[in-house]
């Protein structure tokens, strides 16, 4: 089992900044992909970045102001956010996946809401 813990969620106004991290603890072994999702009020979940083997991928609609990280040391995985807009309004959630006899497994974290507004 791998457990997922976010923070650092919060209400910021538009134009702000904020960091969410996700500490993850368990089987961490074999979790080389990892990634966060939002999913604003009564829309469906979506993938916002992810990073897996060095490489970092996102959403449409947050490249140049989310930044995804990790610190191995640390077993952490990070989403800096810059330039925050009201639609980045919604709760979002850690995930880590690894293989496990040749089959992807998903592991989500509880979530943290983020609001953006005036």
Do not use: H
């Amino acid at each position: 089992q791998v457990q997922l813990m976010e923070s650092g969620g919060g209400l910021v106004q538009p134009g702000g900044s904020l960091r969410l991290s996700c500490a993850a603890s368990g089987s961490i072994v074999g979790t080389n992909t990892m990634g966060w999702y939002r999913q604003p009020p009564g829309k469906e979940r979506e993938l916002v970045a992810v990073v897996s083997g060095g490489t970092t991928n996102y959403a449409d609609s947050v490249k140049g102001r989310f930044t995804i990280s990790r610190d191995n040391a640390k077993n952490t995985v990070y989403l800096q956010m810059n330039s925050l807009k009201p639609e980045d309004t919604a709760v979002y959630y850690c995930n880590a996946r690894k293989i496990v006899n040749l089959r992807p497994l998903d592991y989500w974290g509880q979530g943290t809401q983020v609001t953006v507004s005036s």
